[in-house]
């Protein structure tokens, strides 16, 4: 942290029931040279990484969907969210993660995957970084079931959907996942279907 527009005063842990959630108060230099005193909170759950499987022959792409809290606390009737496969980061780089989480909740085991891009998603209160890949997939490669880890409390359902049905899944809301949406749009962009 080399900004010297930002004096970090303090940093007190709110919760660390989950992840850690953080109050930081420090100091601000404005545009016009003056200073100010702001606090914020910051939740640190670690980065994670996203991937789509897509199949240029099929044109089809693999999707999950599994039940969100945080959703259904905020209008989703079911809590069900359809998303692209993701992970936090363990002790491991991005793409060992990608893969591990690739076969534990879609069951298919990857040897290649592609990295397209890194964004923040919601820079305001969190810290996340998620790294977003591609990668191809065909029938040889499943491995097992998939659906998660029961250790992990995830039951994962596994969809195979036409590339063009989830572009309009988009549009008419039933995909609403930010992280699926990027990466749905960036194959639609870069034309990795055909």
């Known amino acids: 942290m080399t900004n010297p527009a930002i004096k970090i005063k303090s940093s007190e842990i709110l919760s660390d029931n989950w992840y ?44 999950i969907r599994q039940f969100r809290m945080p959703t259904f606390v905020n ?16 002790e491991e780089n991005a793409e060992e993660c990608i ?29 996340e970084i998620i790294h977003f890949f591609v990668a191809e997939y065909s029938k040889d490669m499943k491995v097992s079931e998939g659906g998660g880890l029961s250790t992990e409390h995830e039951n994962i359902d596994v969809l195979e959907i036409p590339f063009e049905k989830a572009m309009q899944m988009i549009e008419n809301g039933e995909i609403k996942d930010a992280k699926t949406i990027m990466l749905l749009q960036y194959a639609k962009i870069n034309n990795l279907l055909g």
Not at 110 to 123: D, G, H, I, N, W
């Open 20 to 63: 850690i959630l953080k109050k930081i108060v420090f100091d601000y230099q404005k545009k016009d040279g003056s200073w100010e005193t702001q606090s914020r909170e910051v939740y640190d759950r670690g980065n994670g990484a996203t991937i789509l499987l897509y199949n240029k022959i099929q044109k089809t792409v693999i999707l």
């Open 99 to 127: 893969k591990r989480e690739t076969e534990e909740e879609t069951g298919y085991s990857l040897t290649e995957v592609r990295k397209v891009f890194q964004a923040y998603m919601s820079p305001g209160s969190v810290t």
């Open 75 to 90: 209008g989703n009737e079911t809590g069900m969210v359809i998303e692209a496969c993701a992970g936090l980061l363990e």
